[in-house]
């Protein structure tokens, strides 16, 4: 047992518990002792609750696991807490089924100026896709639009898309469709924000998409009432985190005006999450932009708000083509996606980057995105010397082998999310797995293999793309099959799963010698679960759930 601070009382203490601490030198104990905001203890009950004063907090985890705060390391924070209020389409299936889902949805919100649904399935009409048509015949005077699960394609009724202006077309930077019909009018189908942007920006929660679509601020600036329904949205996006389990998160999009909202409610009551906000830089920035970049990394470093990481889209998804790949896709043989920057844009930005000391991560899914991010942090190595830079590749859908082992050689993090591979979870199995071809299905979503080759692997949700839930996450990597009995394994055990949202999350934001394990002297941030994790059969893990969650030992969330 550790005794730092064995002479004061703790402000809290856990006790009672399967205390799982993901520090591999005392791996399982019974009981947990908090003060000021970190771990003074770990040990045997007996030897906990000596530290129990009048004043201090007991919680009984009544034989539940007690682990690490999971460590949400790809998600967005801002948008994902607009869309608790939006139409949720996932596993909605069919035109009547669609239907009935959104008429319903629109009685209960008659003054909406525009009703958005999400996480509907491309293949929701089965092998038909869907247009304007159909959802004209479902709400035709009412501006709809709704979302597939992956956020990078729309689909959009004719109302919505005269009122943004875009039922004739438009011209657009690479990457980004407006799907045109026969008739010469946009058909419904929108690839890309560029495309999509004008038609959500009509419900009025622009300022919520800027970090993902511009990286700029609001302007005008909103005023006291809307930076307050604001805050809001932000403070609704941290309950649903910590409600289950989270106590770090890594956004993956950002402008100054988040980490502002965050700072304001960090002033008036507290972050229930320590939250990092990128700088997003967009292709058409000039690299002198960076110096707000390192301005935010100055400004924000804390241990609950921090900046320091540059977010770069390098390419978009499989299913709407927009992944750039190193072969044709599979089922469109003269085309490999369109890159957002050039091979040589992407390496001057990784340099410069790299230079300012700051962290890279990029949305990477096709194998030609990601062999060319690998490119660009190579290039910042021979360009600025080797450092532990820790820059990150996020998503990793399709890689080759000769790229697998340059992980590890650069020290790059591989940023995954186990909700992602079809089948896994929510997403079906088409048309990805066509899209991408049985020749490369063995390297699709490869964790295991990258791991293997001493990558550090990082897990997450990219909420709301997937689920928030960190335990549907890990049931997702421990369950994880094959498409074909030829592909390999690339599933992980539990223990595997769960450093994945805790101690290699750490890692990924250079804190792992102060969080990811419940060890004296780190963060009080800890989750005490309904079951023990570790005797619950991996099908029934979706079971379990949070009871307690910690952070800064502060109770953010009780069930």
């Not at 930076?227 to 309950?239: H, S």
């Not at 910042?380 to 998503?395: F, L, M, P, T």
Request: proline share 6%; aromatic share 6%.
């Amino acid at each position: 047992m550790s005794v730092t601070g064995a002479g004061h009382s703790a402000d809290l203490i856990v006790i009672n518990g399967r205390v799982l601490t993901m520090d591999d030198g005392n791996p399982a104990t019974e009981a947990v002792a908090v003060k000021d905001g970190a771990i003074i203890a770990i040990g045997s009950r007996a030897s906990i609750e000596e530290l129990k004063g009048p004043a201090t907090k007991v919680i009984d985890a009544k034989g539940g696991s007690v682990i690490p705060g999971f460590i949400e390391a790809h998600m967005h924070l801002f948008s994902g807490g607009a869309e608790l209020a939006h139409l949720q389409l996932t596993g909605i299936h069919g035109f009547e089924a669609l239907q009935k889902a959104i008429r319903d949805y629109a009685q209960t919100r008659p003054d909406a100026k525009m009703l958005v649904g999400q996480g509907v399935d491309y293949t929701v009409l089965g092998s038909e896709r869907v247009t304007r048509h159909h959802l004209d015949a479902i709400l035709p005077d009412r501006p709809f639009c709704m979302a597939a699960p992956d956020h990078h394609t729309m689909w959009a009724n004719t109302r919505a898309l005269e009122m943004a202006g875009i039922l004739h077309g438009r011209t657009l930077g690479p990457g980004n469709e407006i799907v045109m019909g026969d008739d010469g009018l946009a058909g419904g189908e929108l690839r890309e924000g560029e495309a999509f942007g004008p038609v959500l920006d009509l419900a009025g929660e622009s300022r919520v998409r800027l970090g993902l679509a511009t990286g700029g601020e609001p302007d005008p600036m909103p005023t006291a009432a809307e930076r307050a329904a604001d805050r809001d949205i932000m403070r609704r996006g941290l309950a649903w985190c910590a409600r289950h389990g989270i106590t770090s998160i890594q956004n993956m999009d950002g402008n100054l005006y988040q980490l502002e909202l965050l700072a304001e409610i960090e002033a008036e009551e507290g972050l229930s999450c320590r939250v990092q906000v990128p700088f997003h830089y967009k292709n058409f920035m000039t690299l002198d932009m960076l110096d707000k970049a390192s301005d935010m990394a100055v400004r924000y470093n804390s241990e609950w708000l921090s900046s320091g990481m540059v977010k770069v889209f390098y390419d978009g998804v499989l299913d709407s083509w927009t992944a750039v790949m190193v072969e044709p896709y599979a089922d469109r043989p003269d085309w490999v996606g369109e890159p957002l920057f050039t091979p040589q844009q992407f390496n001057d930005l990784a340099v410069a980057v790299d230079k300012r000391g700051l962290q890279i991560a990029v949305h990477s899914i096709g194998d030609g995105a990601v062999r060319a991010v690998l490119d660009g942090y190579e290039a910042a190595q021979k360009a600025n010397g080797k450092r532990d830079s820790r820059h990150r590749v996020e998503h990793i859908e399709v890689t080759t082998t000769a790229d697998v082992p340059r992980f590890a050689e650069l020290g790059v993090v591989a940023s995954m999310q186990p909700p992602h591979p079809p089948g896994a979870m929510d997403f079906p199995l088409e048309p990805t797995v066509s899209r991408i071809g049985p020749a490369r299905w063995p390297l699709s979503y490869a964790w295991r293999t990258l791991k293997d080759a001493g990558a550090h692997v990082v897990f997450a949700s990219d909420w709301p793309v997937s689920p928030i839930d960190p335990i549907l996450g890990i049931q997702a990597a421990v369950l994880r099959k094959p498409w074909a009995k030829s592909d390999p394994d690339q599933s992980f055990s539990l223990h595997e799963a769960l450093a994945g949202y805790t101690v290699e999350g750490a890692y990924a934001e250079f804190t792992e010698h102060r969080k990811g394990m419940l060890k004296s002297g780190y963060m009080a941030d800890l989750v005490v679960l309904s079951d023990d994790i570790e005797a619950t059969a991996p099908e029934a893990l979706h079971k379990v759930h949070p009871v307690t969650t910690i952070c800064g030992g502060k109770i953010t969330y009780q069930a």
